[in-house]
């Protein structure tokens, strides 16, 4: 009834960029808060960057000063603009949403992609 779909990752060199896309589609009612996460081999899954509706972000330390979280609310769909990438940035990114379901009746709930794989070789 409701996905998410990401594209733009890749293989890329350290100190490289990428920018991730994140669309939501399918009966959607309204978007609160969409964020990506990631997680690397052997690790747990872990916050990169968050976005509310109104715009305000939350970035994981790590990742502060070199990524860029934006949405375009129109289109349902958020982007991620990975500068300087380190080799420990590889990983895979999800996309995540807390949305209102629009159909048959109204409801929120959460949401993940399937996940695109980031990889920076040193």
């Known amino acids: 009834q409701v996905q998410l779909v990401e594209s733009g990752g890749g293989l890329v060199q350290a100190g490289g960029s990428l920018r991730l896309s994140c669309a939501a589609s399918g009966s959607i009612f309204s978007i609160n808060i969409m964020g990506w996460y990631r997680q690397a081999p052997g690790k747990q899954r872990e916050l990169v960057a968050t976005i509310t509706s109104g715009g305000t972000t939350n970035f994981a330390d790590s990742v502060k000063g070199r990524f860029t979280i934006s949405r375009d609310n129109a289109k349902n769909t958020m982007y991620l603009q990975m500068n300087s990438l380190k080799p420990e940035d590889t990983a895979v990114y999800y996309c995540?949403?807390?949305?209102?379901?629009?159909?048959?009746?109204?409801?929120?709930?959460?949401?993940w992609g399937q996940g695109t794989q980031v990889t920076v070789s040193s």
């Open positions: 995540y949403a807390d949305l209102v379901v629009a159909a048959p009746r109204p409801y929120e709930d959460d949401y």
